[in-house]
């Protein structure tokens, strides 16, 4: 049975108050279902991390990073490791957002080095696939979000698969508006698992938690969250709205 997970991605958003409040109206308005029956992350920029995790502390929350540097110390400027967010009490990491391929210009090898990094860490790394418009109209998804999958796990054993999440998050539908349909979810998600069970074996295909992202919201989480493939959300803009974030770890009961 995959428990179902509820991560909020903040982005560049929220400040030093507005973060922990933020954080704090979640934990009241989710406190019987959060951690219990739906594990659930909230995902802050790196300098209000610690803020987060103390205003957390005496919740089921758990918080997670935004990215995270391969190396583990050095002359790195401007980088974080994952060493570095297991101090500040870090559980989770996104690994090869698609803002950070898009704006920053990541590759699968570099987010596949990433997905390693975290997990030798003793980070749970979340990894997003996706694909663009035009991929989608030109009949390319499974495509590439097969070689995205394929490039981001190289290397990576069963054992170690097994603490990472996957999101698909189709680029299209990211902070749009748009949202997959919930059937366009578990098409892909389908295959995800699909691909997974190829890659390793049935059992890790059976265990991997998929989660949808792009532009869920309370009016949607349900229908996404009744696809058989579909574990969870990663929210970006709903997960700003305390009362929205809540109704859509909720939702995923
Ligand atoms: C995201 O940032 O991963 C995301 C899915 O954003 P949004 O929900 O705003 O589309």
Not at 230 to 252: E, H
Request: aromatic share 4%.
């Amino acid at each position: 049975m995959r428990k179902p997970f509820v991560a909020g991605n903040w982005k560049m958003h929220t400040d030093s108050q507005t973060s922990v409040n933020l954080a704090v109206s979640i934990v009241s308005g989710s406190r019987e279902v959060a951690g219990r029956s739906v594990a659930v992350a909230v995902i802050p920029p790196f300098v209000y991390l610690q803020a987060v995790v103390r205003a957390l502390s005496t919740s089921h929350i758990a918080v997670g990073a935004q990215d995270i540097y391969i190396e583990r110390q050095g002359a790195f400027t401007g980088e974080i490791s994952a060493s570095m967010l297991k101090d500040v009490g870090c559980t989770y990491v996104l690994c090869g957002h698609s803002e950070r391929r898009q704006v920053i210009g990541e590759s699968d090898e570099l987010v596949n080095k990433k997905v390693a990094a975290a997990i030798s860490g003793g980070l749970l790394p979340i990894l997003c696939v996706g694909e663009l418009l035009d991929e989608r109209e030109g009949g390319r998804t499974a495509e590439v979000v097969g070689r995205q999958i394929k490039s981001c796990l190289a290397g990576l054993s069963a054992e170690k698969l097994s603490a990472a999440t996957i999101a698909y998050e189709p680029v299209w539908a990211i902070g749009t508006g748009l949202t997959a349909t919930p059937q366009q979810a578990q098409e892909v998600h389908a295959l995800i698992r699909k691909l997974i069970e190829e890659m390793y074996d049935s059992e890790s295909g059976e265990e991997v938690r998929i989660l949808y992202g792009g532009s869920a919201k309370p009016s949607n989480a349900a229908e996404l969250m009744r696809q058989e493939d579909v574990d969870g959300l990663l929210v970006g803009g709903a997960s700003l709205n305390a009362d929205d974030f809540v109704t859509i770890i909720k939702a995923a009961v």
